[in-house]
Structure formats: structure tokens, C-alpha cells
């Protein structure tokens, strides 16, 4: 793992939610891609070397609208960037970790992005991810 990629936060909605973090971080949202496979909306801000990814659900029995149901908004999960995503999905699952996808499969902002259970993670989804070259 490289570093923090970006941290991903659930909102109920992108109305009220993306004003609320270009104040926040004083910056504009540089980007908003609909990710169907998903059902989610995502809003991504830059701070120098860190990002925020805003997800909003597209349906209400998508897997951001449960999340928000069960937890509340909030911080849903935490994206580390990988140079050969493939390698180390093999390293974390020989390590014991259970892999949500069993391929790469294709993010927003351009990556390839597998998730790992959050139940051998101390409750923290993480999300690998890896830019698509
Ligand atoms: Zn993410």
C-alpha cells in the first residue's frame, strides 16, 4: 500500500452535502461520475495530497442508503492506493483477509478498486484502489 488514497463519506444528499464540503475545505468539488454497478453518485474534493469522496445512494436499497439507514451519515470507508492492485489482493487474502471482489473491478475517478470485509478489519471498510493506466 502506497498511502491514503481518499477517505469516503456517506451522505444522504449531494444538495445540501456538496455546498456543505466546498465550505468546509474551501475548495470546489472537481468531480461527479454516477458509478451504476454501485448505485451511487460520488463527489470528489482535493486538499493538497488528500481526497474526500462524497457517495450519495441512486436507490434506496442501495449499499449507501443501508449503510445510512444501519449508521447514520458519515465516514463508510477508507481507500488505500496500491500499485499492482491484483498483487495485493493475493498478499491480503494468503494474510487472511476476505476480499468483497474477487476481480478488480472499475471505481470512480478512474481505478480499479476491490473492497476487503470489514469484519477482519475492525469494522473499517477498506477499499484498495489503483489507477487505471
Ligand atoms: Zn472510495
Not at 456517506?10 to 456538496?18: G, I, L, M, N, R
Not at 444501519?70 to 483477509?97: C, N, P, W
Request: aromatic share 8%; proline share 3%.
Amino acid at each position: 500500500m502506497l498511502k491514503i488514497e481518499h477517505i469516503g463519506i456517506a451522505v444522504k444528499q449531494f444538495e445540501t452535502s456538496v455546498p456543505l464540503f466546498e465550505k468546509l475545505l474551501d475548495t470546489a468539488c472537481y468531480r461527479k461520475e454516477t458509478v451504476d454497478s454501485e448505485q451511487v453518485n460520488t463527489a470528489f474534493f482535493r486538499k493538497g495530497e488528500s481526497k474526500i469522496e462524497l457517495l450519495e445512494s441512486t436507490d434506496p436499497n442501495g449499499t449507501i442508503a443501508r449503510f445510512i439507514d444501519k449508521k447514520g451519515e458519515g465516514i463508510h470507508h477508507i481507500a488505500f492506493e496500491v500499485s499492482d492492485i491484483t498483487a495485493e489482493m493475493a498478499r491480503l487474502q494468503a494474510e487472511g483477509f476476505i476480499l468483497l471482489n474477487e476481480k478488480p473491478r472499475k471505481g470512480a475517478d478512474n481505478k480499479w478498486v476491490c473492497f476487503l470485509h470489514p469484519k477482519n478489519t475492525n469494522g473499517v471498510l477498506v477499499e484498495l484502489c489503483q489507477e487505471i493506466r
